[in-house]
């Protein structure tokens, strides 16, 4: 029998960090490695300014990361992943591009949602190809499920949003949902939205699309 287990933001993986990435994560870790403390930070003090907030659940190597706070330098990013090889490969991004709008912390983004950001003080959120679990039995694994879309909704700000992509047909009906299934949030397009702008086509979807596979984005807004 499986017993139930806590809603993840991950999944673990194995990988080696690389020198270049280890050396990112010694040299810019101290000013872009923002600690995992249960109580929330002053993010003004954090970011060294005042300005809208997006948080972004699980960026993998950083790739789309690193273009969005380039295109988007008046907003903060905060970002959570925990895999260190991910980590140290979107601080030598930063690094390379020059970025300051990028805070990261390493840990599970469900905990850091929980204690580290405030009712009603997030811009956006950002949740790009979350782990699928494309096995039916494991599905209940899938962290946009309805009480972890709640919390989110309840740390937008009104008028808010959350973007949300998925290449996984199953995971994105779902997700469509799941979200219109939340008092808080209303949709803006009938179903999927186009593409939203800001978001880039990561080498990884190109490949995807390039081979028949479909990618579906969501976008909800806070009531």
Not at 85 to 94: D, E, F, N, S
Not at 102 to 119: C, K, N, S, Y
Not at 186 to 192: I, L, M, Q, R
Request: glycine share 6%.
């Amino acid at each position: 029998m499986e017993h139930p287990r806590a809603i993840r933001s991950f999944v673990r993986r194995t990988g080696r960090t690389t020198p270049a990435q280890a050396r990112a994560l010694a040299e810019q870790g101290e000013r872009f490695l923002l600690p995992y403390r249960t109580q929330a930070p002053d993010l003004a003090a954090v970011f060294q300014r005042e300005a809208p907030t997006v948080l972004e659940i699980g960026f993998g190597m950083g790739e789309a990361t690193s273009q969005i706070a380039a295109l988007m330098p008046d907003i903060n990013f905060l970002c959570c992943e925990v895999h260190e090889p991910g980590v140290g490969a979107l601080l030598k991004r930063i690094a390379e591009q020059g970025l300051t709008n990028i805070r990261i912390v390493q840990h599970d983004a469900v905990e850091v949602l929980e204690h580290m950001v405030p009712v009603g003080r997030l811009a956006g959120v950002h949740v790009f190809f979350p782990d699928p679990w494309h096995k039916a039995r494991h599905n209940k694994r899938r962290l946009i499920q309805a009480p972890v879309v709640k919390k989110l909704a309840s740390r937008l700000r009104s008028g808010g949003y959350l973007h949300c992509a998925t290449d996984w047909e199953s995971y994105a009906l779902q997700m469509l949902e799941v979200l219109s299934a939340e008092p808080q949030l209303e949709n803006t397009a009938e179903t999927f939205a186009a593409r939203p702008h800001y978001r880039p086509l990561t080498k990884f979807e190109n490949r995807g699309l390039k081979l028949g596979h479909g990618v579906w984005d969501l976008v909800f807004r806070k009531r």
